[in-house]
């Protein structure tokens, strides 16, 4: 496991089956198991994942405290709030996209040039949430 950077920011998501959820993240996009506190019954109570200098954690959602803050996307017919934007380098997009075809990610917008830059492509999870991840990186 390689040791990143501090995240300044790491958003958090609720999976309902957040065991899965954390295999097919790391198995599909690519991220590590940072750390993984398991709850009862085979939820997570905390998982921390990252990819290079970034970050997320995921719960499992019958664990959610705060649940009339947040929930996930099932509980909300499928709909998402937010994005999840992720850098990869343009000499290994191709393969991170077949990949995620491949794993099943639902393809929401096609690998294409982006007019701002780069390339990208955007997809749901297995937990509906909605990825992009793209060659353009806002701090070159």
Same mark, same amino acid.
């Given at each position: 496991?390689?040791?990143?950077? $501090?995240?300044?920011?790491?958003?958090?998501?609720?999976?309902?089956?957040?065991? !899965?959820?954390? #295999?097919?993240?790391?198995?599909?996009?690519?991220? +590590?198991?940072? %750390?993984?506190?398991?709850?009862?019954?085979? #939820?997570?109570?905390?998982?921390?994942? #990252? %990819?290079?200098?970034?970050?997320?954690?995921?719960?499992?959602? !019958?664990?959610? +405290?705060?649940?009339?803050? /947040? #929930?996930?996307?099932?509980?909300l017919?499928g709909?998402?709030?937010?994005?999840?934007?992720?850098?990869?380098?343009?000499?290994?997009?191709? $393969?991170?996209?077949? &990949?995620?075809?491949?794993?099943g990610?639902?393809?929401?917008?096609?690998? +294409?040039? &982006? +007019? /701002?830059?780069?390339?990208?492509?955007?997809?749901?999870?297995i937990?509906?949430?909605?990825? /992009?991840?793209?060659?353009?990186?806002?701090?070159?």
């Open positions: 496991m390689t040791t990143p950077a $501090a995240s300044s920011i790491t958003p958090g998501l609720l999976y309902e089956n957040a065991g !899965e959820a954390l #295999t097919w993240l790391c198995d599909t996009f690519g991220l +590590e198991a940072r %750390l993984v506190v398991p709850g009862e019954d085979g #939820t997570i109570l905390h998982g921390h994942l #990252t %990819l290079g200098a970034g970050s997320i954690m995921i719960t499992s959602s !019958e664990l959610n +405290e705060h649940p009339a803050f /947040y #929930t996930h996307p099932a509980a017919g709909v998402c709030s937010h994005g999840i934007n992720v850098h990869i380098p343009d000499d290994r997009l191709d $393969a991170h996209y077949a &990949k995620a075809q491949v794993a990610a639902q393809i929401l917008l096609p690998l +294409e040039p &982006k +007019e /701002y830059g780069g390339r990208g492509y955007s997809c749901r999870d937990g509906g949430y909605v990825w /992009y991840f793209g060659s353009y990186d806002p701090w070159a």
